[in-house]
């Protein structure tokens, strides 16, 4: 069976891909993985993209995995490319979605305000408790924290260029939802613009939560470019 990998996004964690894996794992052999600091995994010094794409590096040398495809949920799918043009011999083929590409200044601030931790406590009690449970034993607003401080950093440096994905020869299939309040499609078929084997891919009435995505639709998506 051909053997793929799911990466979550930013402030999530593996097991929000449960339903996924138990869609896909019929006909593929399905790994997941925490990022540092999520699902309750150790908390790194910082957060990164580059430290991120270690993590995959070293859990793929764990399990013995030479190369696999990934499936890259928001950041996920940053840190898929990311990591296929630094080390392009452990990844073959990458499906995104919902992957955020053009960061500046401006748009970091307006991301990391919706990272303030007294907010969602205050306003979003049930959303609170869920990153509370997520991430146990680390203490999810510091990964709230730690998150923004990254958005920052790459609002201030973008770890890949524009130019950078036209060095990513594999095939790449870039999703986005049509609703999606964050991502835009401008910014996503920029990108696939510049990827040399890419394919654009639109999923009606979806939005950016990973909760909202229609899960049905987006593994059959997986099974027609994954196999």
């Known amino acids: ?22 869609k896909l794992e019929r006909r593929f052999t399905v790994h997941t993985m925490n990022f540092s600091g999520h699902g309750g995994a ?3 010094e910082s957060f990164s993209i580059e430290g991120f794409a270690q993590d995959v ?25 990311y990591l296929a043009k630094e080390h392009p011999q452990l990844v073959n083929r990458i499906f995104t979605l919902a992957t955020k590409f053009d960061w500046s200044p401006e748009i970091a601030l307006k991301e990391t305000r919706m990272l303030d931790a007294a907010k969602i406590a205050d306003k979003v009690p049930a959303f609170a408790a869920a990153l509370e449970q997520r991430h146990y034993p680390n203490d999810w607003k510091q990964v709230l924290s730690e998150t ?16 950078d994905f036209s060095g990513v020869p594999i095939p ?22 510049q990827l040399p084997n890419a394919s654009l891919t639109v999923f009606p009435d979806m939005a950016h939560p ?16 994954f196999l």
Not at 172 to 193: C, F, N, Q
């Open 42 to 44: 150790v908390m790194p």
């Open 1 to 22: 069976m051909r053997e793929i990998l799911l990466l979550h996004g930013a402030i999530g964690a593996k097991d929000q891909f449960n339903d996924l894996v138990h």
């Open 172 to 193: 790449v299939r870039i999703g986005i939802g049509d609703r999606d309040a964050m991502v835009t499609l401008e910014e996503t078929i920029a990108v696939y613009r």
């Open 57 to 81: 590096v070293e859990y793929l040398s764990a399990i013995n995995l030479q190369s696999v495809g990934i499936f890259g949920y928001s950041m996920g799918g940053y840190v898929a490319l």
């Open 210 to 225: 990973i909760e909202k995505v229609a899960v049905n639709l987006l593994g059959d998506a997986l099974d027609s470019f």
């Open 148 to 163: 923004a401080k990254m958005m920052v950093a790459m609002g201030s440096e973008n770890p890949l260029s524009l130019a």
